[in-house]
Each structure stands twice: as C-alpha cells, then as structure tokens.
T-cell receptor, first 121, second 112 residues
C-alpha cells in the first residue's frame, strides 16, 4: 500500500541552526501538507501546498519556515533558524485532492507519514 | 471549547468491551475524520464521514455525525489490546480550506 515517508525519523540540532525535513508524498497525490505536534499537545496545521505554491498557511508558519518541492517526488520543510520552541514532531501528509469539495471527499483524505521528531537544544 | 474537542481525554476499558469517544466542533464542515496515533508514531486514517451522512461503519468501527449538535462519536466494538492508542477527530472548514483541525484526542487503553 502506498505510504508517505519522512526522513529523518529524529533530528537533533542546535538553536539557530537550519534544518530541512524531508517527505516523499504518495505518488499520485497533488496536495501536500505539513503539521506539527508539540509533545502532549494537539496536531497543528502549518501549511498546504498545491501546484508548486503555498495554498494556505497558519500563523505558526512565519518567515522562518519555507516549503519546497525540489523535484517530482520530494517535499521539504525548512526552518531557517531553529528555536527551542520548534521542538516537536513534524508530520507530512498528502491527499489526492484538496479539502472543500464534498463530491470528492474520499479523495481529500490526508495520509500522514510517521513523522520527524525535531529536538532543538 | 475549541474546534475538534474530544471527550473523554482518557478512557481505560477491558479487552472485549466497547469504547466510545466523542468529538465536538464549532464551524460548518464538509467532512469529519477520525485518526489513530500509536504512541510516538504517525497518524493513521480510520474513517471519514461526510456532512450529509449520519452514520458510517468500517469493520469494528462505527462513526456517527450530528451536524445539528456539531458532534461526532467513534465506537470501537469488541476492543483488543492493539486498539490501545490516541484517537483524534479532525474537521475541515466548509469553504475550501485545506487544513485539518485536530482535537486534543482521547487516550484509549485496553487492558488485557
């Protein structure tokens, strides 16, 4: 069964360093997402990406964050200068279609990767 | 309460019993989805129910949706130890928003 894969599974970095989290979405999917989950808290939406551009982002996704689809398979999240409060589990997700059209609701199920645990020291 | 609030926050039952978890939300939705998360792992999609559906089944899972009360329930029948996990409801916004809004989750423990 196709799945979303994320690397690395655990990333340790020093405060102020740049990190890139990598994701390979499911191959026929068109919409890509990043979410994060601080330990013990809710899963929070960061950004959605479609047709090589950001389609929606949250207030968390500030200028320190960026996303890119550098080739036909990878989807990356970059944090330019990490802060202690960026420590969290970061999840990538993909869906065949975007949310919003009830007629194709099964095609907008978001499938999640296993996550990258980011530890900022 | 915030969008996608589950209750109870924690539930502990004996293997073989049924587990019921509830979710409330605030805005109009297209769909409501339930996900499972094993400790420290990713989110696994369980079931999606559309706003025009009232009940849906998938194996041992039964989901109901009451849009008038903006609430949903997830019933797991004949629970197994492997069902031990956190369960989250997630909603989308009606007007084409891309993001899912997750609740705090219910931590379900199945005791052998």
């Amino acid at each position: 069964e196709p799945e979303v894969t994320q690397t690395p599974s655990h990333q340790v970095t020093q405060m102020g360093q740049e990190v890139i989290l990598r994701c390979v979405p499911i191959s026929n999917h068109l919409y890509f997402y990043w979410y994060r989950q601080i330990l013990g808290q809710k899963v929070e939406f960061l950004v959605s990406f479609y047709n090589n551009e950001i389609s929606e982002k949250s207030e968390i996704f500030d200028d320190q964050f960026s996303v890119e689809r550098p080739d036909g398979s990878n989807f990356t999240l970059k944090i330019r200068s990490t802060k202690l409060e960026d420590s969290a589990m970061y999840f990538c997700a993909s869906s065949e279609w975007g949310v919003g059209d009830p007629a194709i609701s099964n095609k907008n199920i978001q499938y999640f990767g296993a996550g990258t645990r980011l530890s900022v020291l | 309460s915030q969008q996608g609030e589950e209750d109870p926050q924690a539930l502990s039952i004996q293997e073989g019993e049924n587990a019921t978890m509830n979710c409330s939300y605030k805005t109009s939705i297209n769909n409501l989805q339930w996900y499972r998360q094993n400790s420290g792992r990713g989110l696994v999609h369980l079931i999606l129910i559309r706003s025009n559906e009232r009940e849906k089944h998938s194996g041992r899972l039964r989901v109901t949706l009451d849009t008038s009360k903006k609430s949903s329930s997830l019933l797991i029948t004949a629970s197994r130890a492997a069902d031990t996990a956190s369960y989250f409801c997630a909603t989308d916004a009606y007007q084409g928003a891309q993001k899912l809004v997750f609740g705090q989750g219910t931590r379900l423990t199945i005791n052998p």
